[in-house]
């Protein structure tokens, strides 16, 4: 009977939560140590502690307009702004490690330098960032955002919607307004 009821609530909420698929908001944003292209070792979530920080996560090429609907907004409000930061990550496979320079490379000759501290690319294994973060499908990018503790307070994922991007605003301003 207890097994039951358990089964109902874990599906009651995943349907209630259909954009941003399964929860992880209250948990620790797992640690992920990698170089930004401008050549600095960047260790999430300790690099972050301290601000807001939105972290946007993509596993393919093809979801970089998603990650850039949630990262422009977020930028465009708080890109200024002391005590928020973010970081674009994009997920690589080891199986591409070999390709690294020349990968980071193209990504260095297509994005601003100002954004280059930004931009941590993970060559490696993705597979335990998945399981941590509870990743299904690959070829969405996802947005979390983080507190100054590293812990994830919310979350989404695809392309972001007018609401979804109020809601980010609203809630990355009542973070900061926390003491």
Do not use: C
């Not at 979530?45 to 601000?51: E, Q, T």
């Not at 993509?58 to 890109?79: A, I, M, T, V, Y």
């Not at 928020?84 to 490379?105: C, H, K, T």
């Amino acid at each position: 009977m207890i097994l039951v009821v358990a089964m109902v609530t874990v599906s009651t909420a995943a349907e209630q939560n259909k954009q941003t698929g399964t929860s992880v908001i209250g948990l620790k944003f797992p640690t992920l140590t990698t170089d930004s292209l401008a050549g600095t070792k960047v260790t999430l979530p300790d690099s972050a502690k301290g601000k807001v920080t939105l972290v946007i996560m993509s596993f393919k090429r093809d979801s970089q307009s998603q990650n850039d609907s949630w990262l422009g907004p977020f930028e465009k409000e708080f890109g200024q702004q002391e005590g928020y930061l973010f970081y674009e990550v994009p997920m690589i496979r080891r199986r591409f490690v070999f390709m690294a320079p020349l990968i980071d490379s193209g990504m260095r000759a297509a994005i601003p330098n100002e954004k280059h501290k930004n931009v941590i690319t993970f060559y490696g294994n993705v597979d335990p960032y998945k399981q941590a973060l509870k990743i299904e499908d690959i070829y969405l990018g996802y947005a979390y955002l983080l507190d100054r503790e590293g812990i994830i307070r919310w979350q989404g994922q695809g392309l972001a919607k007018a609401e979804d991007i109020k809601t980010l605003i609203e809630t990355a301003q009542g973070l900061t307004n926390k003491k």
